[in-house]
């Protein structure tokens, strides 16, 4: 690899972690499309994605611990919805390794155009879906949840928050910022098993997802920074900008 492209890589990394701590995701959704835009194939671009989201999410977390912006009273009020997330994502791992190519992009486009109009929609009077708060926080519930966003959005090397967040500000009536904080210690249960079941089967590009990982702390940090400052209003208005940014470059890929 030349220092061109480990300098390139280097500020891919930077990027992705001021990307990911600031809109609580695990980088994937800015990282994939980048990583195919280099000519990257779509299942490298998403095992060196899973891997550089192990560090961003862990590290964001510890900061938005510090700041108070997450705290173990909201994890253990909806704990079984990490425990789907660790059990999806293995799952997923096997669905990676045997999914075609094009499909996985499609489900990529899908998954941002629902993420888009629930972000919209999101703290509005009328919601898309009504259940009761009592009925979503049942723990089988929070499971089952968690199981199916961390098996269909890692499988597009994607930590599972674009998903999570809506459900977080619809039903379990978290605001925005700490919807993404949660967003982005879901990542953790995602990326983690995942990782390691592909790491078995030899195909991370390890040198690629270590040099975007390493280098993504120093933007984590500056946007947990930010996001802490940001009026919420605005806030809402850069998640959604990046949505649609995202989607119009994976369509403009495929």
Request: hydrophobic share 60%.
């Amino acid at each position: 690899m030349s220092y061109e492209l480990i300098l390139i890589f280097i500020v891919i990394g930077i990027f992705t972690g001021l990307i990911s701590s600031f809109f609580g995701i695990g980088g994937g959704l800015f990282l994939v499309p980048i990583l195919l835009y280099f000519d990257f194939d779509i299942k490298d671009a998403i095992f060196i994605s899973i891997f550089q989201m192990i560090f961003s999410s862990i590290y964001g977390s510890v900061l938005n611990f510090r700041n108070n912006s997450i705290s173990t009273v909201m994890i253990k009020k909806i704990y079984s919805i990490f425990i789907g997330a660790f059990a999806g994502a293995i799952f997923s791992a096997f669905i990676i390794l045997n999914t075609h190519n094009l499909i996985l992009k499609y489900i990529f486009i899908l998954i941002l155009i629902f993420s888009i109009f629930r972000i919209y929609l999101a703290n509005r009077s009328i919601q898309i879906i009504n259940i009761s708060h009592k009925i979503v926080m049942n723990k089988i519930i929070l499971f089952i949840v968690g199981f199916s966003i961390a098996m269909l959005s890692i499988t597009i090397g994607i930590g599972g928050s674009i998903l999570v967040i809506p459900f977080l500000i619809s039903f379990i009536q978290y605001d925005l910022k700490k919807a993404t904080s949660v967003g982005l210690f879901f990542v953790i249960f995602t990326s983690i098993p995942t990782f390691s079941l592909l790491f078995s089967s030899n195909y991370i590009l390890l040198k690629y997802g270590f040099i975007i990982g390493i280098s993504s702390l120093f933007g984590v940090f500056l946007g947990i920074k930010y996001k802490n400052i940001v009026d919420l209003k605005l806030y809402r208005k850069y998640i959604l900008y990046f949505y649609i940014a995202i989607f119009i470059l994976m369509i403009y890929k495929i």
